[in-house]
């Protein structure tokens, strides 16, 4: 912006400027947008704001974000609390959520290793991972991180910490995508697809 | 965002949505990211917007947008306040004052005539345009809304009001981009190019 902006209309863009996937000008411009919102719109989204860093926070038992001390799906008797579903964040929760065939319960990791990064396995959240497969009546350990070179060395870290517990540890099957064209896969998907196929 | 979610992260969610230009998804991007945020970040975040709304109002010469009684370009003596550019909203003054090259003062109507939309004369700032002018002082008044039916129909309709004023009532000049090339260029813009062309 230019000088001829009001400050508070400056620091405002810096501010959504700061958030991710948005620059100065995308910035600008929702700086704009909320002059011409009405008082009480601005206020209520400036309390959304404040009320969703204040109250939610990570779920005691699968480290998922809740505003209660546990989430949802940890407080559901009615899920297989036997089967745990390890996750890179939250976000990934919500895709299992959405095919409806899930009915285990999650583990959030907040991140993948990734020493290029600074992201070392103490950062993540492996040993409240540790600590629910130790007090038992856990049976099956699903590894869902990302088919990357930092989901799989990720799932395989975890997977050896976990083993000597005695729980069964799995990984989601990789393959091509349901409705993918062959033509266009790539190399690795296609390799896995053939390795891992299928009696018909 | 799926009921897995906590509560006051929908909200959140649901506030960035109704910004212009973002989704659910980005929406819900947009609000982990503040969960990641530390509370002061976000604290600074909420006062930007509260104070951006409280403290910027309107110029009260040219309608900019501005925290004092009058933007700074209203304030600067230097400037030549004979000649002012009629702009539809105060992003436009900021494309101006990128060039340098303008020493004059602007004027914003904040909107285009649009009775399609809904906007009327009225809705826009034009009376206080017209009482600037009848003030003196002002030897001309550019128009320099978008090339658009609409911004041609509201330069049309200003002028028509500041002509018998005696004011000169001037139009930002059409033709070829510069850097342009003339195969892309569409038919109109070709057309006020030629007819607006000038002696070598």
Chains 1, 2 share one sequence.
């Not at 009320?51 to 899920?79: F, G, M, S, W």
């Not at 996750?87 to 285990?104: L, M």
């Not at 038992?136 to 997977?159: H, K, Q, W």
């Amino acid at each position: 912006m230019a000088k001829a902006d009001a400050l508070p209309l400056v620091v405002l863009t810096e501010q959504f400027a700061k958030l991710p996937g948005i620059g100065m000008k995308s910035a600008a411009r929702l700086a704009y947008h909320v002059m011409s919102m009405e008082t009480q719109e601005v206020e209520e989204f400036a309390e959304a704001l404040l009320n969703a860093k204040r109250t939610v926070h990570y779920c005691k038992c699968c480290e998922n974000l809740t505003d209660q001390t546990l989430c949802p799906i940890c407080e559901d008797e009615e899920r297989d609390h036997g089967t745990v579903c390890v996750v890179e964040n939250p976000k990934d929760i919500t895709a299992f959520e959405r095919t409806g065939e899930y009915r285990g319960v999650y583990h959030v990791l907040h991140g993948l290793i990734s020493p290029m990064h600074g992201v070392l396995p103490d950062d993540l959240r492996i040993r409240s991972l540790l600590a629910r497969v130790q007090a038992g009546g856990i049976r099956e350990v699903i590894m869902a991180t990302n088919p990357t070179v930092e989901g799989d060395a990720t799932a395989a870290y975890v997977s050896a910490l976990l083993k000597p517990l005695g729980v069964q540890v799995t990984r989601l099957a990789f393959g091509l995508p349901v409705g993918g064209i062959l033509e266009y896969a790539d190399e690795v998907t296609l390799y896995k697809a053939l390795e891992n196929r299928n009696e018909m």
